[in-house]
Structure formats: structure tokens, C-alpha cells
């Protein structure tokens, strides 16, 4: 097996590119709405956030780099059961349909940390759950740029520290230009990247193994298309008790979240907000679908080749299993591998400008009172209650 996976100038060209364009939005939103800079527009856009973007930006929010690396090296080692957990993610935002959307649209808060106080009349209570939350966007926003950046250090040869650097300074940047229009349209074009770069790999994979009569029966022997585990021993791996319900339950966290909550009171109506949720049910879903067919065209390449390069010590972690087979399968194919590299730094993109953005207006605009635009006397604006239109 040929070990070298050098990146070509294509490659850089093609993730240049794709890494400039949400820069783009950023100065096109920040000269667009020079003029009407007051905070409304700047955290909310002025309240009048279309359906279409608010709802992918939901989407790629939370769907950063781990969840390409780590759902195709979990698919890779131990069957596909672990693409069930988009299921329960679905059925998270099924409840928070019912449930967050219409309180928070309703309150019209600016931040979600306001509601604690609201709710339990305690400013001890909204400060704790503002130092809990803000620690774990942080530690959240820390494992998406570390976790493609080391896949891509030792695969293609990026320094751990340039792709740290390269996400965080674009992702503060455009974030800080064009406020949340910029991070929301950016969110929706990272989107389309994000599902453009996994498919190459699914070509590529089954094409190796000689097409999907020959790709589907390998991977049916290696046991990695099995989806019968309804096991209820907690202390089975992967179960449709386990993804189903643990995952909904562990992902209502993300929906009841800053990020979230500000686009949803970003948006015109209260019915565009509930759509935003109904829309991500089948997004999600057919993630989860790509998620399942990028670690079947992993699986199938390597099994066709005959070298896994874990126990070949090709690479010295299965982590790295994603960005590895992209590069070597790839090679011969200039642009497509930068498309991939891209990939993983619009995944990260799409999480640490939302945390980033959030973060700031949780400690500024509802703790540190700071009076950075016009409107100032919206500081002091207590939430008013909804009345529908």
C-alpha cells in the first residue's frame, strides 16, 4: 500500500477559497448595514431572520468536525448502530418543539440566562447557570477546533497550531463584522459544504471495492450494517435504547442553549421559529444517512486494499481514520482532498462562531451592561410577552 498523501496547490486553492467566502459575508453584512448598526440588528437581525437560513445555521451550530471524525471512526471499529444516534437527536428537536420554542419566542429574552432569574427570582441562580453554561460553550468550542486540527496534523501535514489559529481568527472576524446575519449565512453555506465534502470518499469507497453489488456484501461480512441491537444492558456499546433515548435527552442540552435561543427570537414569527425546529428533524436525519455511507465507503476502501491503517500503524489513532482515507484515496484527484480539508474547517467554523457570538452577548449585553450601539435605552428593556399577529 502507497503511504504517501501529499496535498497539492488544487488542494490549498479549493480550501482557500471555501474558508474566504464566509470572510465574505461578513464584510458584505458589515458594509450592508453600516448605516442601522443599532444592537437589535447587530445580535438579533433586527428580529426579521428568514426560515431557510435560521434553520440550516441550527443545523451546522452543533454538527462540527468531531461528529465527521468521530461518527466514521465509531462506524469504521464497531458497526453502524452509531449512526442510530441521529435519530434521537431528531426526536430532541420534536420536543423542544413543543416545549422551548414556544416559551422562549414568547419571552423575546436576549439571553437565555435572563429566563432563570425570571423564573426563579434569583440572580444567584441566573449567574451559576451563566458560569456552567459559558464553561462548557468553551470546553465545547475547544474540542471542535482541536479534534479535525489533529486528524489534519497527521494526515496532511497541517501544524495542530495553524488550523487552530486559521478557524479561530476567520470564525472571530466574520462573526465580529456582520454580527449574527453573518454567522447565520455563513452557518447555511458551511451546510452545503459539509454534506459536498462527504461524498467523494462514498464514491470513491464503493467505486475501489467494484461497485455496490461488491461494496455491500463486505461490508454485511464485516458486520458493519447491522442495525438489530435492542439489547437493554446499559453496558452494551451502541443500542436503539441507548441512541434513541439517551441521545434525545443529552441533546435537548443543545436545544436549550444561547445559540438556539437567539436564533429563534432572530426569527419574524412564531411560526417560522417552530419550522426552523420541524426542518432540522429531516436534516438531521439525512445526516445521519451521509454519516452512515461516509463510514461505509471508509470501510469498504480499506477492506478492499487489504490494510487497516491502525494495525498497520499507518496512523496511531482511529480518529485520524477519516482524514487519512480522504487524503490517500483522494490524492489522484486534485481539489477534491482540499474539499475535504475544507470540510472539517467549515464544521468548526459553524460551532465556534455560534459559541463564540453567544458567548459574548451572554457576559456583555446581560452582565457587563456595556453600551456599544445607538439603542442604548434597550438595555434596560424588560422582555415583553408574545401576542401573536
Not at 496535498?7 to 458589515?30: E, S, T
Request: proline share 4%.
Amino acid at each position: 500500500m502507497d503511504v504517501e498523501t501529499s496535498i497539492q496547490v488544487a488542494d490549498y486553492v479549493v480550501c482557500v477559497v471555501v474558508l474566504l467566502i464566509p470572510m465574505a459575508i461578513g464584510i458584505l453584512f458589515a458594509v450592508k448595514d453600516a448605516k442601522k448598526a443599532t444592537r437589535e440588528e447587530y445580535l438579533f437581525g433586527g428580529r426579521r431572520m428568514s426560515l431557510g437560513p435560521v434553520a440550516l445555521s441550527l443545523f451546522a451550530t452543533y454538527m462540527s468536525g468531531i461528529a465527521i471524525i468521530g461518527t466514521t471512526a465509531d462506524m469504521y471499529t464497531n458497526g453502524a448502530m452509531i449512526t442510530i444516534m441521529y435519530v434521537g437527536i431528531s426526536v430532541s428537536y420534536a420536543i423542544g418543539l413543543f416545549t422551548i420554542v414556544p416559551l422562549f419566542y414568547s419571552l423575546q429574552l436576549t439571553s437565555i440566562y435572563e429566563y432563570f432569574e425570571l423564573r426563579f427570582h434569583s440572580r444567584a441562580v441566573r449567574m451559576s447557570a451563566l458560569t456552567v453554561g459559558m464553561l462548557q460553550t468553551i470546553c465545547y468550542m475547544a474540542v471542535a477546533l482541536y479534534s479535525p486540527a489533529l486528524g489534519l496534523q497527521t494526515t496532511a501535514n497541517i501544524p495542530l497550531w495553524m488550523s487552530i489559529v486559521i478557524v479561530g481568527i476567520i470564525g472571530t472576524v466574520y462573526s465580529a463584522l456582520g454580527g449574527i446575519k453573518s454567522v447565520v449565512w455563513a452557518d447555511a453555506f458551511q451546510c452545503f459544504v459539509m454534506f459536498g465534502g462527504a461524498l467523494p470518499i462514498i464514491i470513491v469507497g464503493i467505486k475501489t471495492a467494484g461497485g455496490w453489488s461488491e461494496a455491500w456484501p463486505l461490508a454485511v461480512k464485516g458486520g458493519r450494517v447491522s442495525f438489530d441491537s435492542f439489547d437493554i444492558d446499559p453496558r452494551e456499546r451502541h443500542t436503539w435504547w441507548g441512541m434513541v433515548l439517551g441521545c434525545a435527552f443529552m441533546w435537548l442540552g443543545s436545544t436549550f442553549n444561547q445559540s438556539t435561543i437567539q436564533r429563534l427570537c432572530a426569527m419574524k414569527t412564531m411560526r417560522d421559529a417552530k419550522l426552523s425546529f420541524i426542518l432540522n428533524i429531516p436534516i438531521i436525519l439525512f445526516y445521519g444517512v451521509v454519516m452512515f455511507f461516509v463510514g461505509f465507503g471508509v470501510y469498504v476502501y480499506f477492506t478492499t486494499i487489504q490494510c487497516d491503517p491502525v494495525t498497520s500503524g499507518l496512523i496511531s489513532n482511529r480518529n485520524q481514520i477519516m482524514p487519512f482515507s480522504v487524503m490517500h484515496a483522494l490524492k489522484d484527484m486534485p481539489g477534491l482532498a482540499g474539499l475535504f480539508m475544507a470540510t472539517l474547517f467549515s464544521a468548526s467554523l459553524s460551532t465556534i462562531s455560534s459559541g463564540w457570538f453567544s458567548a459574548s452577548l451572554s457576559t456583555i449585553w446581560c452582565h457587563l451592561r456595556l453600551e456599544f450601539f445607538k439603542d442604548t435605552a434597550l438595555a434596560t428593556k424588560a422582555p415583553q410577552p408574545y401576542v401573536k399577529p
